[in-house]
């Protein structure tokens, strides 16, 4: 709920470009619609038992579909097809793949055998990374490693481990190598976005090296300029929200750079409080997977839970300077509707997980459920005896 809030005020503010070319309060209007949207979703699963998630599983086969019709018919969005239908299927695909890695993790020993499930796990991974990889090269790589932390999470050999990473690394190194030499035959083969990620590290790298004399200002650095200039203005308690000028000038300010306008209207504590938020989330996740006497809601919960933290640490990490442009929203605070209905399915998740999984929970909910039969039956008893006294 803190998370909305400081989504509701900061997209409010940081929208203002937005409102320009529509009506002046279509942006937050459309936003906050969304963020009902997504507590629907809360209520939802957190009713659903987690056993029955593992229908998700099925689902995997239709997404990846969904995604090769992106690359063909999407919309493009800052020169990258990543949108069909109104929504945004890589998005989706992050909560496809976690659901199934973690089930294929706890059926190890029970359905499957181990090196059975692990080259399902890392086929399934593969088949999913590739298919966002073309137009959203930091998604794939964000969810790809987020797959492997989850295999080392459930215990996954070292030796399977080692030689996952290894042949990543390797098939990296090439991909990296081959684009940053030859970026145009990269573009032409379908590598485009590949290229851009490329020269956002050569621009980052470059930067690091320039006197602050000889820094020009120009369309490769605008954004991370523009941003830094908003951490400076921000200061220890921050000019207050709505009062910010970077929201104006920062393109994306909504979205992924929002990180940047926080600190600038809130302040240096205004951020800490923001990073502590998802340090918490992980914390209480890491308290909710411990108690868990089942592996997959154990598995499902450092799934949905890693995802959400890793993607705000990155995104907030870009927004400081910290790392290159990658385009990763802020979750459930930048704009956005696949993002906010995906982090809330992963919320939702968690939470059912909480009231189901926990044993402490279930006893309260079924000594809950007696005091109410109890109740139920004094009372028809009751009625009756009022009606014989009628009688």
């Known amino acids: ?136 090269f930091s998604t794939a790589a964000i969810l790809y490693c987020v797959i492997v932390l989850l295999m080392f999470i459930g215990q996954v050999s070292f030796k399977r481990l080692r030689l996952l990473i290894l042949t990543t690394f390797t098939v990296l190194v090439f991909i990296f190598t081959f684009v940053w030499f030859f970026p145009e035959t990269a573009k032409i083969i379908g590598l485009k976005r590949a290229v851009v990620g490329v020269e956002r590290i050569r621009v980052y790298k470059n930067l690091q090296k320039i006197e602050k004399t000889d820094y020009v200002v120009d369309d490769r650095n605008y954004q991370a300029t523009q941003a830094k200039i908003a951490l400076a203005k921000g200061g220890i308690f921050g000019t207050m929200p709505g009062n910010g000028q970077q929201r104006d000038f920062l393109p994306q300010a909504y979205s992924d750079f929002i990180f940047a306008i926080i600190i600038e209207e809130m302040g240096f504590l205004g951020g800490v409080f923001v990073l502590a938020l998802y340090v918490f989330l992980f914390i209480r996740a890491g308290t909710i997977a411990g108690r868990c006497t089942k592996l997959f809601p154990k598995l499902l919960v450092m799934g949905c839970t890693t995802m959400i933290v890793i993607q705000a640490i990155i995104s907030m990490a870009v927004s400081v300077g910290l790392i290159p442009v990658t385009g990763q929203p802020l979750p459930l605070i930048s704009k956005g509707g696949s993002s906010i209905i995906v982090t809330c399915a992963f919320f939702g998740i968690i939470l059912s997980v909480s009231r189901f999984e926990n044993p402490r929970g279930v006893l309260q909910e079924e000594i809950i459920e007696e005091e109410f039969e109890e109740e139920k039956r004094l009372v028809l008893e009751d009625e009756q005896l009022g009606v014989q006294a009628v009688y």
């Open 1 to 136: 709920m803190f998370l909305c809030l400081i989504s509701l005020i900061e997209v409010y503010s940081a929208s203002s470009m937005l409102t320009f070319s529509t009506n002046f309060y279509k942006p937050i209007l459309k936003h906050s619609l969304f963020l009902f949207a997504g507590l629907v979703i809360v209520l939802l699963f957190h009713s659903i038992n987690p056993n029955k998630f593992k229908i998700i599983f099925l689902a995997l086969p239709f997404i990846w579909i969904i995604l090769i019709a992106a690359l063909f018919m999407g919309k493009p969005v800052n020169d990258a097809a990543r949108y069909i239908f109104g929504f945004q299927p890589s998005e989706f695909a992050k909560l496809f793949l976690i659901v199934s890695v973690a089930l294929l993790l706890s059926a190890r020993k029970e359905t499957l055998t181990e090196n059975h499930s692990f080259k399902l796990m890392w086929g399934f991974s593969i088949v999913t990374c590739l298919l966002i990889f073309s137009e959203n």
